[in-house]
Each structure stands twice: as C-alpha cells, then as structure tokens.
C-alpha cells in the first residue's frame, strides 16, 4: 500500500523560505489518476489546504497563499516538494502531504505530519 | 475563517448516535457530490472516513456514514463508542475558479 512521509528542517527563521519534500513508498508517484497535495495544521486549529500537484507538472494553490507556494515533483525520485517563500509565525503548524484522486479531491493516505516552526 | 462551517462541539453516550453538520453554499457543497470527513486523534494524522458525501472505504465501520441536502452535509455515527472520540473535519470541492478544495473548522466528538 502506499505510504506518504514528510521530511525537512523543523526550524525555519522568519523570512525565509520552508522547505518539505514527501517522499511516496509502495507505489509510483507517475501512476495517473492522482493528485499529490500539501495540508497544514496550526496548532488547535483546523486543516488548511495549501496546493496539490499533477505528475504532469500541473498545480493548484490555495489563493490565499498563492503568491508565495511552490510545489513541484521529482517522479525519478517518486518524491513532490514544497516552498513557501517569507514566512512569519503565522506559518508555524504541522505539514501533511496527502494523496487524493483526480475525480474528486478526498485525501488517502497522508503522511504523519512534521511540526514546522517559525522562529528566530 | 474556515470556508464550511462545523459545530465546535458534540457530544454523545456510548450506543448512542450523533450527527454533525457541516454548512457550506452554492459553490461547493450545494454544487458537488464530493464532501468527505476525516477523523482525527490528538497527534495523528486525518484518517478519510468517508468520501463522495455517503461511500465509505475499505475498513471503515458501517456505524458511519454520510449524507448531504442541500448545502449542508452532515456525517452520523451510531452505536458510538469510546474509540470514537476525535476531531472530524469535513472537506469539499469547489470548483476551480476558487479555493479548488475547502475544509470545515472541525469538531470535536466527546463521548460520555
């Protein structure tokens, strides 16, 4: 079965760019029909989506952080990436990557999560 | 401010059933069959227990389920149970012109 696990630095300082790559075991991140996505959880609070990306190349992001996420794939590494450019406090929450369909956007499996803080 | 508005809270015994709502509008609730929930337990990750508004994968009990009128769709649990007790979020498509996929605040299941 496909298993999803996230991995980058668990500091950030403000201003800089976060950076987290999933990586995707049990399964080739090219096969079709999936979207490869980034959610976010502050703590206590809700789940945010932050974007999602097709093996083609092909993404999707929440307006409100457009202007600064970048989500990109590296298929011979069967892993998807993500940037987020300027952050502040506001940014630190845990980080999920999730796999959803492309007929219908519901998540499964996600990855357990890593605790990103922005701080200096 | 979360786009699908949940209750904060609900509450039930064991054996018993609850339902939780889960209120959007015209542009993704009302206008797509493709609400799911999640459930979550302090430090764990989102686990998809329903999805298409009502079909429920491989593994989930069928003490849950899901179903939508209108704008709002809403997710019942019967003969709950301890291990019930979570966070549930609920998520909905909307549409490429806008958010592309929405959560709900969540809401916090407490079983008596």
């Known amino acids: 079965q496909v298993q999803l696990q996230e991995s980058g630095p668990g500091l950030v300082k403000p201003s800089q760019t976060l950076s987290l790559t999933c990586t995707v075991s049990g399964g080739s991140i090219s096969s079709g029909s999936y979207y490869w996505s980034w959610i976010r959880q502050p703590a206590g609070k809700g789940l945010e989506w932050i974007g999602r990306i097709y093996t083609s190349g092909s993404t999707n992001y929440n307006p409100s952080l457009k202007s600064r996420v970048t989500i990109s794939v590296d298929t011979s590494k069967n892993q998807f990436s993500l940037k987020l450019s300027s952050v502040t406090a506001a940014d630190t929450a845990v980080y999920y990557c999730?796999?959803?369909?492309?007929?219908?956007?519901?998540?499964?499996?996600w990855g357990q999560g890593t605790l990103v803080t922005v701080s200096s | 401010q979360s786009a699908l508005t949940q209750p904060a809270s609900v509450s039930g015994s064991p054996g018993q059933s609850i339902t939780i709502s889960c209120t959007g509008t015209?542009?993704?609730?009302?206008?797509?069959?493709?609400v799911s929930w999640y459930q979550q337990h302090p430090g764990k990750a989102p686990k998809l227990m329903i999805y298409?508004?009502?079909k429920r994968p491989s593994g989930v009990s069928n003490r849950f389920s899901g179903s939508k009128s209108g704008n709002t769709a809403s997710l019942t649990i019967s003969g709950l149970q301890a291990e019930d007790e979570a966070d549930y979020y609920c998520c909905s498509y909307a549409g490429s012109s806008t958010f592309d996929v929405v959560f709900g605040g969540g809401t916090k299941l407490t079983v008596l």
């Open positions: 999730a796999r959803s369909t492309v007929i219908g956007d519901w998540f499964d499996p």
């Open positions: 298409e508004v009502s």
């Open positions: 015209s542009s993704d609730v009302g206008s797509y069959n493709l």
